[in-house]
DNA sequence: GTAACAATATGATATTAATCATCATTTTAA
DNA sequence: TTAAAATGATGATTAATATCATATTGTTAC
């Protein structure tokens, strides 16, 4: 392979540690102890691969990588992060710079070379102007074929209108429809043993929902409702399987929605789990302002109080907390304004 | 159509209601105002469907089912439970009973209505020996094909071995494979920006992780962990897109794992979101003995504390208590064994 | 037009669980 | 072999949030 890999690092131990380790895995390695001298020998033997600690005296990682990024000859090298465990942030901001991947120490041998070899790979794949398109299943997607049949999936079917806080199916109900919000909100519950409810999910127009069941034979696990008047399409089952097992850049599409969605709720779970009130009050604002596309919304102060998963009265008492530190404003009919947006974002706890 | 339907139904408002509904429907209707009524009126005319009422005096909903269920001329009724919406239990019951489906009080016309209608189209098509094996995705599966293509995958790869802790690879990284759990048990976590963990799954032999990022070209959105010491067989993921694009029996089994997985996660927000810290230590303990397949566990507190989503001195506290009230024991090696693993599933609020 | 009900809001209180601190063991690393 | 670190456990304190109660206003039904 003798693959050139330079190592910008400045705690002695783990460079010598390291080009040692590499050594012995068959690359040529280049050592620099600092970002400035990192930089020069990059420019000078254009390395295949660069490995950068991100704390460094003088010129740190990120400022490495931002001078690398700007020399046609350097730009393509891939670039992987060393660092620390404790800086969880570092690792956004550098991936946002245009890193390839990162590495925390201390790490672990094996994993250090594994990614090494597969960012050295993907690399050379690159340089043959193989595989631009991503290394998952995207790259077998047609997106437009898929959305095309989306969208005969949803044409010309009945149409039906639902008013607010209507029940649109309950838990252990078979699946009759699949349903496509033309306009309105609907949410998805779930209501526990003690009769508490909480909100899994708001759909917006132009999504679908109520297709899990269909998924997995099974009843549904969730109730819907609508959160204001609506207009739902609805779609019969049988259309939605056959495309899903028939078409396969419909089922790859399908596959990746619903990766997408486990992933977004398991980020949800954590919010759950160590969050405050005030956060998770604030999230729900902000999820449905999105939800509505609009910073001014009508909500009952249940329904948020079910998506924050916090008693209606706390909820409230949250609510009146923003409005007196201006973050938002609560009209004469109990509308809510968005006022701060970014500061409801960034909830510190 | 001209469907017959029986409605048993106590209230006299509820059950002239219906009849008026269902007689506008064009349904042929027949009516009994007590469980006893209804049974009798049910072996007589033997009707194309059953509406009844949970709560009623002398003979309630259940016994009605019991009984119809062992008659062969109306075992095969589809069979509508009309329950409050309070009583929520109730529906598990009777669908485990046997019941069909059921509706809650009060109900919304046009979904009674559809129900009705799915229900005996349903029944129309078995009785037609038609569509015996499910009405959604699952009767396209093969399910023994796509297993086989499973076994295939996981074939003749390389055993890695990992220790205890042992960190498998870290959020933001790019995926390099795909894990298969040949012993021991993995842990998959989120770390928020206050560094607090948050375990969202555990992974047993036998057990496939890591794919979520290739099905969405994305890098990890979690982290994985050893729990104890483990083997782990590693899949290119070359292997397993190619597969679950090119073999639609393995696509439509993920796709079904998958909604399987996002309706257990939803399950576990509302769980964490209202249950108390005893419940959620309660669920975990039973979470990590499901995993171990075993009552006997050495588990680090700070694993449970991370899967239940409480402080560790908290999750000690919860175990401490479990054990004074005979719940669980905790040997001289820390090691908990679930002794009522009954009551640990029943945990009250 | 009035009673009943739903929705928002807020006060008072109780409960839960996190945090900080300390200590005894056990395990790991030097 | 010894020091350092990790682990489990418990006490004391504090902070967060649920619960119960009540008031006000607006809305709906008869």
């Known amino acids: 392979m003798e693959a050139k890999i330079l190592i910008i690092e400045d705690n002695q131990d783990v460079r010598e540690n390291l080009e040692e380790l590499l050594q012995l895995s068959g690359y040529t390695v280049l050592v620099a102890p600092n970002g400035k001298v990192g930089t020069a020998l990059a420019l000078k033997h254009v390395p295949d691969l660069i490995l950068c600690d991100v704390m460094m005296p003088e010129l740190d990682g990120f400022g490495v990588l931002r001078i690398l990024s700007n020399h046609p000859s350097t730009m393509d090298i891939p670039f992987i992060f060393l660092t620390a465990k404790t800086e969880k942030e570092d690792f956004r901001k550098g991936m946002g710079l245009g890193a390839d991947d990162y590495i925390t120490k201390p790490y672990d041998d094996i994993q250090l070379l594994d990614t090494l070899e597969i960012r050295l790979k993907k690399s050379a794949r690159i340089k043959k102007s193989f595989d631009k398109s991503g290394y998952g299943l995207q790259r077998f997607i047609d997106e437009t074929k898929a959305q095309k049949e989306f969208e005969k999936l949803i044409e010309n079917r009945e149409i039906r209108k639902y008013s607010k806080k209507d029940i649109i199916y309950d838990a252990g109900q078979y699946p009759k429809w699949l349903y496509y919000v033309v306009n309105g909100s609907v949410k998805t519950y779930l209501i526990n043993e003690f009769g508490k409810e909480y909100t899994t999910n708001i759909y917006a127009p132009g999504e679908i929902f109520g297709y899990l069941p269909l998924l997995m034979d099974a009843t549904y696990h969730d109730n819907a409702a609508t959160i204001d008047d609506c207009e739902l399409k609805l779609i019969p089952i049988e259309d939605f399987t056959l495309l899903l097992f028939n078409n396969r850049e419909f089922a790859a599409t399908y596959i990746k929605n619903l990766a997408t969605r ?88």
């Open 262 to 349: 486990t992933t977004e709720i398991e980020a949800q779970m954590i919010d759950i789990a160590y969050s405050s009130v005030r956060k998770r009050v604030a999230n729900a604002l902000l999820k449905f302002s999105k939800s509505k596309n609009c910073t001014s919304m009508s909500i009952l102060r249940d329904d948020i109080a079910n998506l924050a998963g916090a008693a209606k009265e706390t909820t409230i008492r949250t609510l009146s907390d923003f409005k007196s530190e201006g973050l938002i404003n609560i009209d004469d009919n109990n509308k809510i304004e968005l006022l701060r947006i970014d500061k409801l974002h960034q909830m510190p706890q």
